[in-house]
């Protein structure tokens, strides 16, 4: 079994006064250790404050651009990322996927980028609703999984977030049935496209919350979660963070 990551995607919030949150989940995992990575991925601007305020986990930005400098105004680059001392970066995000039309081709440049510079890229892949009454679901993961992952992706370099577009914020999730087929088709696409996938971790995300972690968690193949709404606050994150602690 793959050891699981519990990851926190701020998205756009979060100002300076947001690393008491930090502090406080740096003393909670030092006073109660949990049997899983943790990760936050704050904002570009408070990566280097992060980054700063702990070593009891990992941080991650949100997004990268794929060439490694240049003209690019507005953007940042992996090597800037692993320079201010991420360890991980999330691409094809659904939010930018939808806000910024990224494709599975800017996605897996993104996280190949990720890769060249010693980072672990999060794919994160996800049906919408339509696609899901449509019964599509299966299909559109699949292709997801094979247009974004990059080159050389191994369990170290990739994870793969699995988030149904219409659970992100919403407050609904899949059953858990639901989370289970998916996931199992995932592992069993990357055991197809060779051994070296065959441990990379699967997150779920969309909706995560103390109240449905612990059973979320338990599915088959789901190897920890990636958290929006809820990684913000500590007290609410290491609630989630508890689904692995015994
Ligand atoms: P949510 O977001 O937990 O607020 O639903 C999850 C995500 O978008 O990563």
Known sequence: MPRPLVAGNWKMNGQKAAMDELAALEGALSSRAANCDVLICPPFTLL?????????????????????????????????????????????????????????THVKAKAEAALSQGLTAIVCVGETEAQRDAGETLSIIHSQVAGSLPKNANAETVVIAYEPVWAIGTGRTPSVEDVEQVHTAIRSQLEQMGPE??????????????????????????????????????????????????
């Not at 700063?52 to 794929?66: L, V, Y």
């Not at 507005?74 to 990322?81: H, I, K, R």
């Not at 065959?198 to 789901?222: F, Q, T």
Request: glycine share 14%; hydrophobic share 40%.
């Open 48 to 104: 280097g404050a992060a980054r700063t305020a702990t070593k009891r986990f990992s941080i991650g930005a949100q997004d990268c651009h794929f060439a490694e400098s240049g003209a690019h105004t507005g953007d940042v680059s992996a090597a800037m990322l692993k320079d201010v001392g991420c360890d991980y970066v999330i691409v094809g995000h659904s939010e930018r996927r939808a806000d910024h039309g990224e494709t599975d």
């Open 197 to 246: 996938l065959g441990l990379v971790r699967l997150l779920y995300g969309g909706s995560v919350k103390p109240a449905n972690a612990r059973e979320l968690m338990g599915a088959a193949n789901v190897d920890g979660a990636l958290v929006g709404g809820a990684s913000l606050k500590a007290s609410d994150f290491d609630g989630i963070i508890d689904a692995y602690r015994s």
